[in-house]
């Protein structure tokens, strides 16, 4: 065990490089035009309709869905530590799925996918551990979720369209393919590499490469067990939109629920927006038109869908930051502000420099 588990003045491994750059004109640029593009859709929504369609609605199911949705951080922690069962890290369980749903927050307010790189930030302050290592899992377990949306994708939309698929459909599949296709060359790569590292690469980047490389192979032994879990993920993600949709009195099918459920998924992986904001929306509306459901109820099922995915994550994530000293959860500049002069850290320094 490379620290004390819970020791604030512990020794981390690795370098003490800074925290990926989080705040800066990249993100306000993005969050400004997230912002005009959600404004500029909200326009178009008939309003008082999508009120009367929720006010309809049975808000038990919805309830039910909202549970099966949240519920899945908690499992992709349990996912993210058996990738990771091989290393030697502290922190105790609960704590995976609470930084995977805080980083998915951070997610829902940065461009980019920035929040994994902040992941591996958090992992080295919380888990004590080295971030490449922590990068590689999460490069690992977004390949396999990538590869699985998109086939699942792929088989409803060919099994509900017979290859008549609509412009959007179509390129949201053919983005979905080229990021999993890109997360399954990076971790070839090293994988590559790790077997023959050229002797011109510096030690200080073999040693990242190798760590990388750890990182993003878990134990044979474990490959049962994250497949299982990552069954469960996406069971429970397919029930959140099955719930949604009969809700509102929507009878569909299992290649429809799997149809809505997968390629709005995919828009969301597009680095334009944090989250995919805008397009997500887009693509799930027309998705819900493409299944057959009528406009009022496709935007009212559309409006609830990100307010409780999205909207509601954003507001849980800043309660969770407010509490995180409670919960026990640390972040890069609190930890340095400690290690440095022993004090406390400046309120919500990290939203101001990272």
């Not at 908690?74 to 749903?101: A, E, Q």
């Not at 790790?194 to 200080?204: D, Q, Y």
Request: glycine fraction near 8%; charged fraction near 15%.
């Amino acid at each position: 065990m490379p620290a004390a588990c819970g020791d604030e003045n512990a020794k981390l491994p690795g370098s003490t490089g800074r925290p990926p750059r989080l705040w800066g004109w990249h993100t306000l640029i993005s969050g400004v035009g997230t912002l005009i593009f959600i404004g500029v859709l909200a326009a178009y929504v008939d309003w008082p309709a999508v009120w009367r369609e929720f006010v309809a609605s049975h808000k038990g199911y919805i309830l039910i869905g909202m549970a099966c949705h949240y519920l899945t951080y908690p499992v992709r922690g349990l996912r993210w530590r058996r990738v990771m069962s091989h290393l030697p890290i502290c922190g105790k369980p609960f704590m995976f799925g609470l930084i995977v749903f805080f980083y998915n927050f951070v997610d829902n307010i940065v461009p980019g996918k920035l929040g994994d790189l902040y992941a591996a930030h958090m992992a080295r302050i919380n888990f004590v551990m080295r971030r490449s290592a922590a990068i590689g899992s999460i490069v690992f377990l977004r390949m396999i979720d990538a590869w699985i949306v998109l086939a699942l994708a792929i088989v409803a939309s060919f099994a509900m369209l017979s290859g008549r698929l609509p412009f959007s459909v179509r390129w949201t599949l053919i983005g979905g393919g080229i990021i999993a296709f890109a997360a399954t060359a990076i971790l070839l790569t090293f994988l590559i590499l790790n077997r023959s590292l050229p002797r011109w690469i510096p030690e200080k980047v073999q040693a990242m490469i190798q760590s990388f490389g750890s990182g993003m192979w878990p134990r044979a032994s474990e490959i049962p067990a994250i497949a299982g879990l990552t069954a469960v993920i996406w069971l429970l993600e397919t029930l959140w939109i099955f719930f949604l949709v009969i809700a509102f009195d929507q009878e569909v099918g299992l290649s429809e629920i799997v149809f809505l459920t997968m390629v709005p998924l995919l828009a969301s992986a597009f680095p334009f927006t944090p989250s995919g904001a805008g397009f997500v929306e887009v693509t799930l509306y027309n998705c819900l038109l493409i299944v057959g459901v009528s406009s009022p109820v496709a935007g009212s099922i559309t409006v609830l869908n990100r307010f409780i995915d999205y909207w509601l994550h954003i507001a849980l994530g800043i309660v969770v930051w407010l509490l995180r000293r409670r919960l026990g959860m640390r972040t890069w500049h609190e930890e340095a502000a400690v290690r440095k002069a022993g004090g406390r850290p400046k309120f919500f320094s990290v939203f101001k420099k990272d």
